[in-house]
């Protein structure tokens, strides 16, 4: 009688802690829809053929902040009906930025590969929101180029659905909407892929 009894509390003790438990994530979650994100989910659905001058060039990404406050290291925003992350977010955003530069035709070096031709780009993620990115980005090119220092802000298409999936996909076409306002702009082609003139 005595066994019985206790594990009928030790069975009453793991359900009181799995409550509680339960409790504890859901209010950290504020009760918000959680989508996962995985760089190695990133597909970088864009057409290179309009930038060939990026193609076989090196960069080297010397670094990527996250200075978001409304942020956790893991998910943003902090607080909302949706929450978005799964991995440190400035890892995140430097490993979906890699496979962008591939697809782009641009070598991600590592520092100890560097030439004093290549260019360092840092990035500092401003503000990371839903329908909304911001970042500050600095690139330093070779052979006397000036150093460049500019806020890029994109903002994503309308929510049409609310499935996790179609969240997630949107999610990743966010960071391509950033990437590409980056290496779209001719500032910021003059310093990392410079046009070569041929007359």
Known sequence: MGISRFRVEQRATRAVLAAVLGLLVGSSLGCSTYVPLSESRYLPEFDPAPLPNYRGRTILMRGFENADDNTTIFMYPRSGPRRYGGP???????????????????????????????????????????????????????????????RYTVEGPPLTVLHQTELEARAYQMVTLLFWAIVEDPQFQAVAAPVTRTD
Do not use: N
């Not at 004093?116 to 929101?129: A, C, F, H, K």
């Open 88 to 150: 440190a977010l400035a890892s995140y955003f430097w490993y979906c930025f890699r496979a962008a530069f591939a697809r782009l035709g641009v070598r991600v070096l590592e520092e100890a590969q560097i030439t004093p031709e290549t260019p360092i780009m840092d990035i500092s993620l401003v503000r990371i929101q839903e329908h909304e990115f911001t970042a500050d980005v600095s690139i330093l090119g070779g052979q006397g180029a000036l150093p460049f220092q500019k």
